[in-house]
């Protein structure tokens, strides 16, 4: 039986099986490569994470960002320098080739328990058992269109996780809902590409980061609002490097953290690209949508109770995800049960192990354990050297235990 499967294939599945390959732990990857990012982010859009914060890991840091950029002469500055949705893309298919050549690009289809661990099988029907399995699955699981508006057909209403071609809205009427990254980077590339775009959000104001001046910070500065791999400031610097103590603070503080440190913000790239080039109606939230002569006919709600209606061709719900352990149909219906979860995501050990043995969550359904940094790459590294202790550990166990039982068997 084979010790691992990793289903996943982003920054958080790279990074793991590069820790394993280096550890000797038997597994298999299985994913389509960077697929969120590939297939599913907006040809054109920068990350908002500096450079130094967006690598992908392995255990000696062989194969940064930085390094990829000098081998293949693209710019790039731990701060300063966004980083290119097509440069970040292309580091993970040579990260791929150089730490991960056992990738292999099936789709795993279903997973149940056997005796032992679990059985998989792939889209071309194959199957096999493995001891534990690790999900790293990303974010395309768990795209998040509100009731009010997910009802309404796709002809009309999709999440920014479609659109990674803005061009086929040249010349129509688009609103794009939602105030953080997503939107902004989405709503900006649509007005670029020659689309008719408004905003709404139910922010009152827009938060963009603040744009590096490049100028030395004095100490003070830097003691006060230290740097992070999440940004400046002390709870930054904790959330980021910190996501072993961050688990064990209670319960109920964690999941507050989870649900509103970090919110909705784009990068200092982006502002330029959207203020005083769209209408924006801020402080509004979506009521109601509704179909009437071809167009979408969009209720919106401020915080004062009045309302407005806008009407379009089209409405792109960039509202974000959220981890919905039932979202993950491979996972038999067994399994789904007997995964301890709240508010839908996974209950997890200081290990990243779930309720069910052998059966391990990274990335942002960890968010819940370990805090905001999980919703990003810069987490990857955590969970990678976690789950490489914690798994290799098991193996040694279990190759120790093999002589006493055939010692047993002799004797007998």
Not at 26 to 43: E, V, Y
Not at 354 to 365: E, K, N
Request: hydrophobic share 40%; net charge positive.
């Amino acid at each position: 039986m084979l010790n691992t499967a990793i289903i996943g294939a982003g920054p958080y599945g790279l990074s793991i099986a590069a820790h394993f390959r280096h550890r000797g732990i038997a597994f298999r990857i299985f994913g389509r490569t960077m697929d969120s990012w590939l297939a599913h982010m907006p040809k054109g859009m920068m990350l908002k994470s500096d450079g130094f914060a967006s690598n992908i890991y392995d255990p000696e840091s062989a194969f940064t960002l930085e390094k990829f950029c000098a081998g293949s002469g693209i710019d790039y500055a731990h701060t300063g320098v966004p980083v290119k949705i097509d440069t970040f893309t292309s580091y993970g298919l040579a990260f791929r080739d150089r730490m991960v050549p056992e990738l292999e690009g099936r789709i795993v289809t279903g997973v149940e328990r056997v005796p032992g661990g679990f059985r998989l099988q792939l889209e071309d029907g194959e199957t096999f058992d493995a001891r534990n399995v690790v999900l790293a699955v990303g974010i395309t699981h768990f795209d998040y269109v509100p009731e009010n508006l997910a009802h309404l057909p796709e002809e009309f209403v999709t999440h920014s996780a479609r659109h990674r071609e803005v061009e086929p809205f040249r010349g129509r009427d688009v609103v794009v809902v939602g105030g953080g990254a997503s939107a902004l980077d989405l709503a900006g590339l649509l007005k670029e590409a020659g689309a008719n775009v408004q905003l709404a959000s139910r922010r009152k104001e827009l938060v963009f980061h603040s744009q590096p001046t490049g100028k030395p910070r004095s100490f003070l500065q830097q003691l006060r609002h230290p740097n992070s791999g999440l940004g400046p400031g002390m709870r930054s610097r904790f959330y980021a490097d910190a996501p072993a103590a961050f688990y064990y603070l209670p319960e109920q503080l964690r999941l507050k953290i989870v649900g509103r440190a970090l919110g909705p913000s784009g990068g200092w790239f982006i502002r330029d690209k959207v203020i005083g080039k769209m209408p924006l109606h801020l402080g509004h939230t979506p009521q109601e949508a509704k179909i009437k002569d071809g167009k979408v006919h969009l209720t919106l709600r401020s915080d004062d109770g009045s309302t407005r209606e806008l009407v379009t061709e089209h409405v792109i719900a960039a509202t974000g995800y959220k981890v919905d352990l039932d979202r993950l149909q491979f996972l038999s219906t067994e399994i789904r049960s007997k995964v301890k979860v709240i508010n839908r995501s996974p209950v997890l050990s200081s290990n990243f192990e779930s309720s069910v043995p052998g059966l391990y969550f990274a990335g942002v359904s960890a968010a819940n354990s370990f805090g905001p940094v999980m919703r990003f790459a810069f987490g990857a590294g955590f969970a990678a050297r976690t789950l490489t202790r914690a798994l290799a550990k098991s193996a040694s166990k279990e190759r120790a235990s093999i002589p006493v039982a055939r010692a047993a068997t002799t004797a007998k």
